[in-house]
Structure formats: C-alpha cells, structure tokens
C-alpha cells in the first residue's frame, strides 16, 4: 500500500478562528496545548495555561485512520491583501514525541495555536 505524502489542509478563517472555548475537553487537551509559534516557527508542546491572548485557536480534523498515512497539518493564512491563501507552515505533528502521537492516534488533539500571526503584507 503506498504512503500518502498529502498534509491536511488548515485554514484560518476570520470568523471561526478565534473560537477561544473548546467545544469538547478531554484529559490531554484540558491540561496541554500544541502551539506553532510564527516568529521562530517551531512546532511546541506547552501547558495549557501558558495559552495567552495573541493565540488563535485552529481546529484541525481527526488523524488519518491508516497508520501509512503521514500526519502533516498544513497551515495556511492570508498573509497580503489579495484574495488567495499562502502557507504558512506545514506541521509534523508526529515530532513532538510519542506521547503527543499516541493521543493524536486517540482522537484527544483536535486544535493547534498559533502564536504572533503576522500582519499582512502590503
């Protein structure tokens, strides 16, 4: 069976973004929090109390059922004024260790924050 090389495509929209109250907790979520930081763009495990106000919210969908599958989270954003989307990183949600694998397996991540949007470019 061939590996899938596709990312999962994660957009931020204007409207829904900032949902800043989870609509289902769980043990993990309720205590951590997965946070892709724009200005040094590294993918982090933290404490969920060390989510502040320049968070977004994203909510990503559930993990590939195949383990062939790879578990890329693509994180795309308006970064200038016209219409399309840019990319703004392409996250591998695996490397953050077996622990935050194993629950992404379990269904108990289902959002990522993104800290320091950057403005839009003129």
């Given at each position: ?54 968070h977004t919210r ?19 954003m308006p970064l ?30 289902a959002e990522i ?10």
């Amino acid at each position: 069976m061939p590996r899938s090389s596709e990312a999962i495509e994660t957009t931020i929209a204007t409207n829904d973004s900032i949902d800043r109250k989870s609509k289902r907790t769980n043990s993990w979520e309720a205590k951590n929090a997965i946070v892709y930081d724009v200005s040094s763009q590294k993918l982090l495990k933290t404490k969920r109390e060390a989510i502040e106000a320049d968070h977004t919210r994203i909510k990503i969908p559930k993990r590939p059922l195949s383990p062939l599958q790879k578990d890329n989270v693509r994180i795309s954003m308006p970064l200038s004024s016209a219409a399309g989307l840019d990319v703004l990183a392409e996250v591998k949600l695996s490397s953050l260790g077996l622990k935050v694998a194993f629950e992404r397996y379990r269904g108990n991540i289902a959002e990522i924050w993104v800290k320091g949007i950057p403005q839009y470019v003129l």
